[in-house]
């Protein structure tokens, strides 16, 4: 007799990492450049986790941004935004938003209404180039060992994103202590 598992079996749970030994600053330069084809991004990205941090080195699902909550993503892509004002790629991109706006724009339009729309639109695909950017980041500070993400919301905490989940990343002891000079 055929015998078929159940689904939830076959799922493997992602292999649990050995925590890197990391010393200071300079081991983990060298394990962020080994892991990542943007260290410089990634080291920025750690940083800016490690000292917003709580005790426990845990970040997120919510950062407080001024009286909001944002998720820990949107903080991390809103924080390093600024270092793309003059990137080529952003300025071809805020010049084929308004090209776009502008040939969509009725006559009903006022300039004021255009530009808010515009700046609206911008701003909209900063976010979301900016979270890709970002989770790509992270994930290359998980697969260094060097931070654990899991995703806490709706329901219950999950290893896994979905269901009106945000991510919540944790720094490895030893890396906090690497960044803290000590």
């Known amino acids: 007799m055929f015998h078929q598992g159940d689904l939830f079996d ?63 993503r949107d903080w991390l892509c809103q924080a390093l935004a600024p270092l793309a004002n003059r990137d080529c790629r952003r300025t071809a991109m805020i010049a084929a938003v308004r090209s776009e706006l502008m040939a969509k724009a009725g006559a009903s339009k006022t300039a004021g209404d255009l530009a808010q729309q515009q700046d609206e639109e911008i701003e909209a695909r900063i976010l979301r180039s900016g979270r890709t950017n970002v989770s790509r980041a992270v994930s290359d500070l998980v697969r260094a060992g060097l931070l654990h993400r899991h995703y806490q919301g709706y329901r219950v905490d999950h290893y896994n994103r979905g269901a009106q989940r945000e991510a919540v990343y944790t720094i490895a002891p030893n890396v906090r202590l690497a960044l803290a000079g000590n």
């Not at 600053?25 to 750690?46: F, G, N």
């Open 10 to 72: 076959q799922i493997k749970q992602a292999p649990l990492t050995v925590e890197p030994l990391v010393v200071g600053l300079p081991d983990l330069v060298k394990l962020v450049s080994q892991v990542s084809k943007r260290p410089r991004y990634v080291l920025l990205i750690l940083n800016l986790i490690a000292k917003a941090a709580g005790e426990d080195g845990s970040l997120g699902p919510y950062v407080r941004n001024g009286t909001d909550h944002v998720p820990v």
